[in-house]
């Protein structure tokens, strides 16, 4: 049991959300599995460790994002928190988060984080835990708006792709709870099909087409706004209007705005990453 499904598709169209309703579908018919085997393989491993590692108290599925799922009765499970910025294999030269066996990795807005055009960034670390994933008996989901953008070793290395064309909520009378979700999906055939599918701008390729559906409110599950507290200042500091270059003269303007209208700060800041080791 290993997995890796790349999950494509415009801002909006329901990437996320079609993630979720794949979550917690394992959630209900895997989690309690995957726990089980996850403490069986560590207490395997203990046996010859002097410092016991920690079995997962809970189903082990990890998430850079906020997310809960209900199950049971009255019973709320959220997933551990993900950096996606330190996933990877540990004792390789980078800071990481290990994750257990029989994990469960879901990763939002992976374009910056996997950028083809920083190879040079792409450690041991990271590439190693996709290429050997199936040892540790992992399943990871990514979204990311352009696949071609996604480092070419860990897109090998997919076993899905799927693009979400589009998805439609049904809603009660008041318009405000929502009851179903139905998702427009491309499921292509392999990488290659779906590398061909974006090199030629969906000219070539082979895909199905299929619906997809989840019955009740999937907002429940995840709040669709917290990538938005990124964009917000810390405290102390505000949003900056700056006029156009023309408009300004720059021996005039306070020492904390001149940065702003320099192209070698600009470039001096380009290329710089979390990826370091």
Same mark, same amino acid.
């Given at each position: 049991?290993?997995? +890796? =499904?790349?999950?494509?598709?415009? !801002? ?12 917690? /579908? &394992? #959630? ?24 016991? +590692? =920690?079995?997962?108290?809970?189903? !082990? ?12 009765? /009255? &019973? #709320? ?46 450690? &041991? ?147 710089i990453k979390q990826y370091v080791g």
């Amino acid at each position: 049991m290993s997995s +890796l =499904t790349i999950v494509i598709g415009d !801002p909006g169209a329901g990437k996320t959300s079609w993630i979720i309703k794949e979550l917690k /579908e &394992k #959630v209900r018919k895997e989690g309690q599995r995957r726990q089980r085997l996850s403490t069986a393989q560590i207490e395997v491993l203990n046996r010859t460790r002097k410092h016991p +590692l =920690t079995p997962p108290s809970q189903f !082990p599925i990890y998430t850079n994002f906020p997310a809960q799922f209900r199950y049971g009765y /009255e &019973k #709320v499970f959220k997933p551990y928190y993900m950096n996606e910025a330190f996933f990877g294999l540990p004792n390789k030269g980078k800071t990481v988060i290990p994750v257990v066996p029989w994990s469960v990795v879901a990763l939002q807005e992976m374009d910056d984080e996997y950028n083809s055009r920083e190879r040079g960034l792409m450690v &041991k670390s990271v590439t190693g835990l996709y290429n050997k994933r199936r040892h540790w008996n992992l399943d990871i989901y990514m979204d990311l708006h352009r696949l071609m953008i996604l480092d070419s070793i860990i897109r090998k290395t997919a076993t899905r792709v799927i693009e979400v064309l589009s998805c439609k909520h049904e809603k009660d009378y008041s318009g405000r709870r929502v009851l179903k979700t139905t998702w427009q999906l491309r499921e292509f055939t392999n990488i290659d099909e779906a590398q061909k599918y974006a090199a030629t701008e969906g000219r070539e390729g082979k895909y199905t087409e299929r619906e997809d559906t989840y019955e009740g409110d999937i907002f429940k599950c995840y709040d669709t706004q917290s990538c938005a507290s990124e964009f917000v200042p810390d405290e102390g500091d505000d949003f900056i209007y700056l006029s156009q270059p023309s408009e300004v003269d720059k021996a005039t303007l306070p020492p904390e705005f001149v940065k702003f209208y320099s192209k070698k700060e600009e470039s001096k800041q380009k290329g710089i990453k979390q990826y370091v080791g």
